[in-house]
C-alpha cells in the first residue's frame, strides 16, 4: 500500500478519519486497527528501552497509553532502610477526553493499591453487591483492609527473611 500515490493515500486516510469521526468505519478495518481500544500497552523493555509517555491519537478510541520500560537497579527505602532495588519506569498518558480527572484518579490510586499488593486481586468482588458503591470505587473502609493486608504481607516476607 505504500507504493501508492501520496494523494490516493492521503485521500483514504481522509475518508477513514471522516468515518471513524461519525461512527461508520467498517467493522472489519475496526478489528484489525490498532487505534479502537480503550487502553494501548507497549513493552519497551523487549527492545532494550525506557519507558516512554506517547500521545492519544484524534483517530479511533485509545483513550489510555500505557508503556513499561526496562528495569534499573535505584537506591529504595524498604521498611526504613535504603537498599538497592530493581525499578520499572511507567509512562501513562490519558485522554481527558475519555473521561473525567476524578474517575483517573481514583483509578490510580486503586490501581497502585493493587500493584503494592496484587492478592488483592484474587477475593470476590461482586458487581450489584450492596458493598460496591455506585461509582465503583472502592470505599474508604475497603481500602483500609488492603492497606492492612499489604502491611501483613510485608511483615510475612520479613519473618522468611530473618529465618534464612
Keep these: 500500500m505504500t507504493s501508492a500515490p501520496h494523494w490516493l493515500i492521503s485521500t483514504f486516510i481522509g475518508l477513514f478519519s ?3 469521526k461519525r461512527n461508520i468505519l ?7 486497527s490498532p487505534f479502537h481500544n480503550s487502553f494501548f500497552i507497549t513493552f519497551m523493555k523487549s527492545i532494550k ?9 484524534d483517530f479511533g478510541t485509545t483513550g489510555i497509553f500505557l508503556a513499561m520500560g526496562k528495569e534499573k537497579l535505584t537506591p529504595v527505602v524498604e521498611q526504613g532502610e535504603i ?9 501513562v498518558v490519558m485522554d481527558e477526553r475519555f ?15 493493587i500493584m503494592q499488593n496484587p492478592r488483592v ?3 470476590k468482588y461482586e458487581i450489584g453487591s450492596e458493598k460496591e458503591p455506585e461509582h465503583g470505587v472502592r470505599t474508604k473502609e475497603e481500602i483500609k483492609k488492603y492497606k492492612l493486608l499489604a502491611k501483613e504481607h510485608e511483615l510475612k516476607k520479613k519473618k522468611t527473611r530473618t529465618k534464612k
Design 121 to 123: 486481586l484474587l477475593e
Design 18 to 20: 471522516w468515518m471513524d
Design 99 to 113: 473521561c473525567d480527572g476524578l474517575y483517573f484518579v481514583n483509578s490510580f490510586r486503586l490501581f497502585k493499591i
Design 49 to 57: 528501552g525506557d519507558a516512554l509517555l506517547h500521545h492519544c491519537y
Design 26 to 32: 467498517p467493522k472489519g478495518i475496526i478489528e484489525v
Design 83 to 91: 537498599r538497592i532495588g530493581k525499578v520499572m519506569q511507567l509512562g
